[in-house]
């Protein structure tokens, strides 16, 4: 009997040991840094997932540097930070750079103006003639006898890229303002009664009002279910060759599991995964 507790025990020790073991090589793969770079419209999401991996994963840091999808893409070519943050598309010459392009999410584009602008609906052909200053009066579309105050983002930003090619008005807007953060866009529109501009759905607040487009509103359920037309992909960009750290791919494999689908949804995009 003393030997067969005696066994039992060194085994009991043994299993023990693995777990230590096990658990210690777990720790390790996501213990360490992740550093994201990129679109400031998707701040809210990435946001969100950067501090549910980090609550879930105590030796990790995350961090995110807001830059704009083309600084992201950039920073991420250039070996500055481990995922790039974009709200377009890669280009077929990034692609052929080494790049690859993961669609993290959708989301809609919403043309905002100001809370007493009394335009509620727009089709993109009038949208896109408003861009291009082809309509410089609100009257023309139904709104007041005023000037249209153009108002977007900055060369380089995906949301631009993304409003200008489903509006077709690449090269050809006239914007008064071009600024530099989703957010600078909300605030400038809601201090203009007579602004246009656009911004993710993620930065909307109540200081402005979002137009329909075609009848749709823009919101996750029509985004989703493609109604909603100005509506781009948020996506994840990464080396084709070079593989991630454990750390930046665990963090990888979380923001694309099923696990985070509520987490982007309450950041106002709606989940591919």
Known sequence: MKKIQKWMGVALAAALSVTALTGCSQQAKTSGTVAADGSTSMEKVIGALGEAFQNENSGVTFTYNPTGSGSGI???????????????????????????????????????????????????????????????????????????????????????????????????????????????????VSQNPDAIGYASLSNLSDSVKALSVEGAAPSEETVKDGSYPIQRPFVLVTKTDAPLSGAAQAFFDFATSADAAPLIAKAGAVAVH
């Open 74 to 188: 950039q920073a991420v070519q250039e070996g500055r930070c481990d995922i790039g943050l974009s709200s377009r598309d890669l280009k077929d010459e990034e692609k052929a750079s080494g790049l690859t392009a993961t669609v993290l999410a959708l989301d809609g584009i919403a043309v905002i103006v100001h809370p007493d602008n009394p335009v509620s609906d727009l089709d993109v052909d009038a949208i896109a003639r408003l861009y291009t200053g082809e309509i410089t009066n609100w009257k023309d579309v139904g709104g007041n006898d005023a000037s249209v105050v153009l108002i977007g983002r900055e060369a380089g930003s995906g949301t631009r890229d993304g409003f200008e090619s489903i509006t077709g008005t690449a090269e050809q807007c006239q914007y008064r303002q071009e600024l530099t953060s989703a957010g600078d866009v909300v605030t400038a």
